[in-house]
């Protein structure tokens, strides 16, 4: 089922336009070299593919999980010899998992694309600017791909089911199948087509089983108790479209929020298994690091910042693990809703009109004719008091001696609050 052409790639619209660097390569035959970047499942394999069929030019892969220098070398050798014949062939290498490579492989990759003996098309799932050497993501084109939308999984689960290449009509996908597996292929077409794969099998096995309710049937239907056998996986339900994406989502948050982590981890499961966005997950927790936790713990969004950062650089599944490790800390951190309500009180001033003017010695000095204005030229400087804070307005008139930030007393806020009665008393000795 892998797509013949750029106009049966699905997904990936934006490499695909006219004009583009990826149909420049397949329609104008330009050689160059490409290094394409993004998860499992989302056609970069099939794009090398399609860069070696459109342009006729000889396909070699090696898989960086078992090849070496000696057979990236032998490789590039061959394809200097192409490249002499009569009839002069070119010879597309596509390495997939390049960035399993180590230096001394990428760097045998050099020659050969330096020189053009070699078109690379080469794959990762990694993030290049830290996987790929330098000479060879400059000497290469990088195109990002993103994960495959719902809609886009579902055009191939069509196509597969009558597409004579495929299951030729003889079998029948039932919507709720269906839905289960766009939830489970997670923007996978790979897993997608093979959880489908599974499930024809033991539809045909069933169709022919004798205790059938109809061994006769024209075609073997897809069912939900079937695929479900067939990949042993409970379909979760979850409507990522509905009420329950949201519902789900806000049991997640709310249970956080109220420090059950077990609550907490279930609800992230059933996120996970519904094939909700990762990337989705991880942002609700960064909200939720300032919303809930904010200085109760401070350092509980740097943990829900690198969770998001981990799922970015390391994908499904194991970014789950990252995932459940935040909802862990944030369960578990001390809470405070100070930050968001500090923010939202001010935000609220200001669209009710209290925005007064700069104070004048806070105002910007550092061009010429600043002082005889008198910008800056009573500002005093907090470094040069041993204390660190000096009694000075900072804040306009209509908003002076405002307490916008009330921190709670728990956990380490409380150090916080204590620090912040002593600055207050400071700046308003005046």
């Known amino acids: 089922m892998r797509p013949r052409s750029l106009d049966e790639l699905v997904g990936q619209q934006h490499l695909l336009s006219p004009g583009s660097p990826l149909r420049r390569l397949v329609e104008g035959d330009q050689p160059m070299s490409l290094l394409l970047w993004g998860p499992p499942g989302t056609g970069k394999t099939t794009i090398a593919a399609v860069v070696s069929h459109a342009t006729n030019r000889k396909f070699v892969e090696l898989s960086a999980v078992t090849a070496g220098v000696k057979e990236v070398r032998q490789v590039i050798d061959g394809a200097r010899r192409d490249l002499t014949r009569a009839d002069t062939v070119e010879t597309v290498l596509f390495i997939d998992e390049v960035h399993r490579f180590t230096k001394a492989q990428q760097d045998a990759l050099l020659p050969g694309v330096e020189n053009r003996w070699v078109t690379l098309v080469a794959a990762t799932t990694e993030n290049p600017f830290f996987s790929v050497i330098s000479p060879l993501l400059s000497r290469s084109l990088l195109l990002t791909l993103e994960s495959l939308t719902d809609d886009d999984i579902a055009v191939l689960l069509d196509r597969a089911l009558i597409d004579e290449r495929g299951l030729n009509n003889e079998y029948r996908l039932e919507d709720d199948a269906k839905d289960h597996l766009l939830r489970m292929a997670g923007g996978d077409a790979r897993r997608a087509l093979t ?71 279930h609800y992230l499961a059933r996120m996970i298994e519904a094939g909700e966005d990762p990337r989705f997950i991880a942002r609700r927790l960064v909200i939720s690091a300032s919303e809930d936790i904010g200085m109760g713990d401070p350092t509980a969004l740097g943990v829900a910042v690198a969770a998001a950062e981990a799922v970015q650089l390391i994908g ?77 307005q900072y804040a306009p008139d209509v908003v002076d001696k405002v307490d916008y930030y009330q921190p709670t007393r728990r956990g380490g806020e409380a150090a916080y609050a204590e620090a912040l009665t002593k600055i207050r008393e400071i700046l308003r000795k005046r």
């Open 316 to 392: 499904m599944p194991e970014a789950r693990i990252n995932l459940a490790q935040a909802v862990v800390a944030l369960a578990l951190a001390p809470k405070s809703n100070a930050v968001i309500m500090a923010i939202d009180a001010a935000i609220a001033d200001v669209k009710a009109g209290k925005i007064g003017p700069v104070p004048s010695h806070l105002r910007d000095a550092h061009y010429a004719g600043a002082k005889k204005i008198g910008h800056g030229s009573s500002y005093q400087y907090s470094h040069n008091d041993p204390r660190g804070v000096v009694g000075q």
């Open 195 to 265: 959880y489908l794969e599974a499930a024809a099998g033991a539809a045909k096995a069933k169709a022919k089983d004798p205790k059938a309710k109809d061994p006769k049937a024209e075609v073997a239907v897809i069912d939900l108790k079937t695929l479900e056998t067939a990949v042993d996986r409970a379909a979760v339900r979850y409507d990522r479209a509905g009420d329950q994406h949201y519902d789900v989502t806000s049991a997640m948050i709310k249970s956080i929020r109220g420090s059950d982590v077990d609550a907490a981890m």
